[in-house]
């Protein structure tokens, strides 16, 4: 499902327009992007939690020379699935 086919499914539950429902989908995805980003965690009881985690400095080797590399730390973002997610998963 991509974005334009969840604003429709959405729309369809919500009795709005696939417009406005699109619109509502942007604002949460600016809204959660700008809270991780802050390093803030994001949680939804139930569905998931986001948050912003840190990447330690580690060895690694380029793929192309077999040469040992240090990759530099950093963040990424996890999601991890609530119970209700998890539940939904398993039917």
Known sequence: ??????????AEKAGVSAAQAAAVITAMQ??????VAKGEKVS???FFSLE????????????????SMTIPA???AKLTAGSALKNAVKK
């Open 1 to 10: 499902m991509n974005k334009s086919e969840l604003a429709s499914a959405v």
């Open 30 to 35: 600016d809204v959660l992007v700008d809270a």
């Open 44 to 46: 939804v009881p139930g």
């Open 52 to 67: 912003r985690t840190e990447r330690a400095a580690r060895q690694g080797r380029n793929p192309q020379t077999g040469e």
């Open 74 to 76: 950093g963040f990424a």
